[in-house]
T-cell receptor, first 111, second 114 residues
């Protein structure tokens, strides 16, 4: 599975958009980009995933570059409850594959 | 919404005790997983199962076993708990193996072995 690079920490003002970057330059053609977040002491929460097109759901938007070597998770109006560690993962779910979490980005939303 | 429920949120056990961690999912998912999460080490896969009565070792199976007698339930067993098994344990489930499927996690079980 391809490795990802994320900044260790970011800050965002409450009500503003939070843009979390992720580099995955070794992604292969059939690997998806997934984003999860983990609030302290809780299990990882699925946010969104995509293959090559931009995706949007009720939680966030995912922008994937045309060459698929990087992506950005956008939380359009960050709230204090969005403070968490955000994980970018590239993965293709097949028998025996491993979902591997790196260190992620600690996002702190400030009032 | 998919729900993965771990029966115990916080447990304290003594060294040598047999420990059962139970996990139930309500979405009829074929795949179920047990991970442990430790600071600086991320999530590590202990065991997974692709069907009832089937199990596969993950990356760190030593000291653990699992049981899957029913599709919705996946149990992690620590045969003889040791202090290095103090950790947060996460259960997860997903539909059958197709690219683009999503893994859903439970809330986690914090186990302390004293």
């Amino acid at each position: 599975d391809a490795k990802t690079t994320q900044p260790p920490s970011m800050d965002c003002a409450e009500g503003r958009a939070a843009n979390l970057p992720c580099n995955h330059s070794t992604i292969s053609g059939n690997e998806y980009v997934y984003w999860y977040r983990q609030i302290h002491s809780q299990g990882p929460q699925y946010i969104i995933h995509g293959l090559k097109n931009n995706e949007t759901n009720e939680m966030a938007s995912l922008i994937i570059t045309e060459d698929r070597k990087s992506s950005t998770l956008i939380l359009p109006h960050a709230t204090l409850r969005d403070t968490a560690v955000y994980y970018c993962i590239v993965w293709k779910e097949t028998s025996g594959s491993r979902l591997t979490f790196g260190e992620g980005t600690q996002l702190t939303v400030n009032p | 919404d998919v729900k993965v429920t771990q029966s115990s949120r916080y447990l304290v056990k003594r060294t040598g005790e047999k420990v059962f961690l139970e996990c139930v999912q309500d979405m009829d998912h074929e795949n179920m997983f047990w991970y442990r999460q430790d600071p600086g080490l991320g999530l590590r896969l202990i065991y997974f199962s692709y069907d009832v009565k089937m199990k596969e070792k993950g990356d760190i199976p030593e000291g653990y076993s699992v049981s899957r007698e029913k599709k919705e339930r996946f149990s992690l067993i620590l045969e003889s708990a040791s202090t290095n098994q103090t950790s947060m344990y996460l259960c997860a489930s997903s539909p059958p193996g197709q690219p683009g499927n999503t893994i859903y996690f439970g809330e986690g079980s914090w186990l302390t072995v004293v």
